[in-house]
């Protein structure tokens, strides 16, 4: 019920009476009461005025379920979510959700992780309070072929969720790091689950330095959060829901064109390589070129020094600016 | 010691002194006694004579840890073997272990499947006493889109092995049925866990319709077991470490190229599509041809009737003969 009394006071600008409140959820005055009294303690900020009734003024930075809940506008992104304060690592929870049959959609989140993953097994600082840790388990119905062109689906939908509620620059360096100030403020985990011709599930996975105040020395300069670069905090449920919106949206693109075709241009515009040099360190042969963007199939399309062009994939190499880590 | 002592009766011809294995396992003839006792109870016929010592005669047909290791020649393939009576699914099991850690090579067997799986998480008939169920965990260091090659080659290993122990002429119904007399006598469902770029792990299920003697009626026409077909009974270790040592030899090879070039015309001859007529059926799109082999990728090379070429991948096609199930 928290979180339908959260929506519907988000839903309306000025006061909702009690008696709205319990007619809607058919309940009683005393249910509402409890509640409200129950969210204050969590810290929001609910005027109560006699013959008004309700108001909420401030939502405090929790990554409650009801929070969460009550801030997504989307369709199957995030239904349900499943809310932990702790855990190993969302996308262990999330696969094994997928294993067990879990839901298109299901949004494993927590608000720290014990045993936090970065890509091939590595750790993935996870503090509490400060950083969303969040994994979406997705049932896509195409080839597994195309399931890791599916990280930069999710790569764009943070970076355009996080311009949007921040108002920065935030950009993307290929595939799926997102930049700000040409530091990485978020990492992205893509894992799949499948048979030759049939994907079981996949789980993509997002860490996003919220409110970190400070990291650890072998990553500061790397490594960077919202609040380090803009000099305010933020609320992570509201980024949260956004990075969802944005992904519903893009993901049924993808999957109606089973390429990246629709969102390549909007890919391209946020990729902080572009028009860039870089270096591609592929194992035995390095070279240097200028990023053009992404091709259909989300391959960097590098035009080199002779003017030939090479498309390479995310799989055989990893590129680097010619100037720090962007 | 299980294992110990049968694996020393089987490389001894003739007898073997009580003395002798007491010396090479480092225990007291009491122990070895008891041990003995135990085999036979099992199944084992061994026969002891005074002064002589200990000579294995017969084995049951049970797929016990110290049956199955004491058969195995490999070097990692099945090293260690994990049995259970009865499991859910064998794949299940191995996936499990794949992410609690386990090793390459683990091999995962039981005498009874309680939701032995199929393809796309269809079922598979999995009663006790008369097949093989296995399943193998792998962790190879090559690219994810390698891993659909890894079907044919436990394909290849399977039809090989049973060539070896049976005599019999099994054939591959591509990418990976394994088929005697055209019904199928074997299923290989391949899982994959991966990241973009980066294997997780791979399971590779095997199930071998070995003294089955009857089948559903539903799959009657397609499926057939070793004893239905040759009319005796077959002991399941023997082919299951037949299975292993092909596996590992042929996957050494496939790991070393990273495509099926050297396993190229093994497979090919083992093909019983090869030069018949075939209906490759896509969604949207079906046309008739002759099969002529695989290519380096895994593929299969289709002539169409217009003398043209046409490469098909195993994801998207299926593949139907002209006259039945091959």
Chains 1, 2 share one sequence.
């Not at 309070?129 to 790569?155: C, H, N, Q, W």
């Not at 970076?159 to 997102?178: H, L, M, R, S, Y």
């Not at 890919?267 to 572009?274: A, D, E, M, Q, T």
């Not at 030939?308 to 990893?318: D, F, L, Q, T």
Request: with cysteine; glycine share 8%.
């Amino acid at each position: 019920m928290k979180t339908e009394i959260l929506t519907i006071l988000r839903e309306n600008e000025g006061y909702v009476s009690g008696q709205q409140l319990c007619d809607k959820l058919n309940v009683s005055r005393t249910a509402v009461w409890k509640v409200i009294e129950q969210l204050k303690k969590e810290g929001y900020k609910i005027e109560a005025v006699r013959n008004k009734g309700y108001h909420l003024t401030e939502s405090p930075d929790v990554m409650s379920q009801a929070e969460i809940e009550s801030r997504l506008e989307t369709e199957w992104a995030g239904n349900p979510v499943i809310y932990m304060d702790e855990t190993d690592s969302t996308n262990i929870q999330a696969k094994k959700l997928g294993e067990a049959g879990g839901k298109h959609g299901t949004l494993v989140v927590s608000d720290r992780q014990t045993a936090g993953k970065g890509r091939r097994g590595r750790g993935w600082e996870s503090p509490s309070g400060a950083s969303i840790y969040m994994s979406i388990l997705l049932r896509p119905e195409f080839l597994p072929d195309k399931a890791p062109m599916l990280t930069l689906v999710m790569a764009l939908a943070v970076a355009e969720a996080v311009q949007e509620v921040t108002g920065e620059a935030a950009g993307i360096k290929w595939p799926n790091d997102i930049v700000l100030n040409k530091k990485k403020i978020c990492g992205i985990l893509t894992e799949m689950s499948a048979e030759i011709d049939y994907i079981n599930h996949v789980v993509i996975g997002v860490g996003i330095n919220v409110n970190t105040e400070s990291f650890p020395e072998e990553i500061q300069k790397t490594a960077t959060s919202l609040a380090i670069e803009t000099g305010k905090k933020w609320k992570r449920p509201d980024l949260a829901a956004a990075v969802m919106r944005y992904f519903e949206n893009y993901y049924n693109m993808f999957a109606e064109a089973q390429d990246l075709k629709p969102l390549q241009e909007r890919y391209n515009r946020l990729l902080v390589n572009k028009d860039r040099e870089i270096q591609v360190l592929e194992p035995g042969h390095e070279f240097g070129g200028t990023a053009l963007g992404i091709n259909e199939t989300g391959e960097l399309i590098v035009r080199k020094a002779d003017g030939s062009i090479e498309e390479i994939y995310a799989g055989e190499v990893s590129v680097r600016g010619i100037y720090g880590y962007v």
